[in-house]
Nanobody
Framework: QVQLVESGGGLVQPGGSLRLSCVAS????????MGWFRQAPGNERAWVAA????????YYADSVKGRFAISRNNAMNTMTLQMNDLKPEDTAVYYC??????????????????WGQGTQVTVSS
């Protein structure tokens, strides 16, 4: 089981950018599909983006398509989420997650085995 730690959250103005990082320890992420989820106050955890273990296939929620980019570096055991043109509705705690059952249920939170503790992203003027 890998342990995941997110960083890079913060306060940004609308239209700004942030880059979130997820660092894994205790094992290699190369065996895992990985994803980003977010949870705003009063809302359920929502899927944002995911990519397969090799990084060859990437998937995005409609709400972030064209603005966010997910990537991974298996050699460095890291995953990133580049977020551009941020909107107030992007405000949430962002979580990275990993799952061992590959190539299916990429946007389903319950399919993920390992979670980080989350990093807060606030988009406000």
């Amino acid at each position: 089981q890998v342990q995941l730690v997110e960083s890079g959250g913060g306060l940004v103005q609308p239209g700004g950018s942030l880059r979130l990082s997820c660092v894994a320890s205790g094992g290699t992420i190369s065996w895992y599909d990985m994803g980003w989820f977010r949870q705003a106050p009063g809302n359920e955890r929502a899927w944002v983006a995911a990519l397969t273990a090799s990084g060859g296939n990437k998937y995005y929620a409609d709400s972030v398509k064209g603005r966010f980019a997910i990537s991974r570096n298996n050699a460095m055991n890291t995953m990133t989420l580049q977020m551009n043109d941020l909107k107030p509705e992007d405000t949430a705690v962002y979580y990275c997650a990993a799952k061992s059952k590959r190539n299916r249920d990429m946007g389903v939170a319950s399919a993920y085995n390992n979670w980080g503790q989350g990093t807060q992203v606030t988009v406000s003027s």
